[in-house]
């Protein structure tokens, strides 16, 4: 079965601080695809990065980073130096052949940032 | 270019009546997809159609829902006989070549549903 754990609920930071959004994923497939979206206050969701399960090369973005684990089934997402407009739901999600045409999303993570 | 678009973006509507929500994919993607979301719940997949292709709808949670998508564009999603469980922001999305869900998805500002 797939599955996607994004075990924090809500984060509260100051503007400034770096944070880590963490994502684990299940699945039997050896092909699969991870995915990290934002939905910000105005509702619609923004693609950020998709990951193949064959390539586990960390990648940097600006103040995004990604750390993809394949040991550890995780897939975890740093901003660093948070800035108020960070403000936002983050969704991991997982497509594997397992699971059909359906993109597995996980239940989210609301970041708030204060300044 | 444009993006993904849907209609209406709000509907109030009372139990037991039929709404229609529409989606406008970005033109030239062949797959589309609808999802709901729920009250700070994640994305539930309802139905997934690429090109001319059979639906996918395994997702869809009864019969009372459907969709259909015309001409291979805009999808009208129908949930007949409304029940407040429906109500939700339900999400419409669209990539370019539909390879099963590897392709990147882009996502319409939603139609929050509320059923009264």
């Known amino acids: 079965a797939q599955k996607v754990t994004q075990a924090q609920t809500e984060i509260s930071v100051v503007e400034k601080e770096d944070v880590t959004l963490d994502c684990v994923y299940e699945?039997?497939?050896?092909?699969?695809?991870l995915f990290w979206y934002k939905q910000p206050p105005s509702g619609e969701l923004v693609f950020l990065i998709r990951?193949?399960?064959?390539?586990?090369q960390n990648e940097i973005s600006g103040r995004y980073s990604w750390n993809f684990q394949k040991s550890t089934s995780s897939f975890n997402f740093t901003i660093t130096a948070s800035q108020v407009v960070d403000s936002a739901v983050y969704f991991c999600?997982?497509?594997?052949?397992?699971?059909?045409?359906?993109?597995?999303f996980g239940a989210g993570t609301r970041l708030f940032v204060k300044a | 270019g444009a993006g993904v678009s849907q209609s209406p973006s709000n509907k109030v509507t009372e139990k037991g009546k039929d709404v229609e929500l529409r989606c406008d994919p970005i033109?030239?993607?062949?797959?589309l997809y609808w999802y709901r979301q729920s009250l700070g719940q994640g994305l539930e997949f309802l139905i997934y159609?690429?090109?001319?292709?059979?639906?996918?709808k395994s997702g869809l949670p009864s019969d009372r829902f459907s969709a259909e998508r015309t001409g291979g564009s805009v999808s009208t999603l129908t949930i007949q006989r409304t029940q407040q469980e429906d109500s939700a922001v339900y999400l419409c999305?669209?990539?370019?070549?539909?390879?099963?869900?590897?392709?990147?998805?882009?996502f319409g500002p939603g139609t929050r549903l509320t059923v009264l």
């Open positions: 990951r193949n399960s064959f390539d586990e």
């Open positions: 033109s030239g993607h062949t797959a």
């Open positions: 999305a669209s990539s370019s070549t539909g390879q099963g869900g590897t392709d990147t998805q882009y």
């Open positions: 699945t039997r497939d050896t092909t699969y695809y």
């Open positions: 999600a997982l497509y594997s052949g397992g699971g059909g045409f359906k993109t597995i």
């Open positions: 159609f690429q090109g001319n292709s059979a639906p996918d």
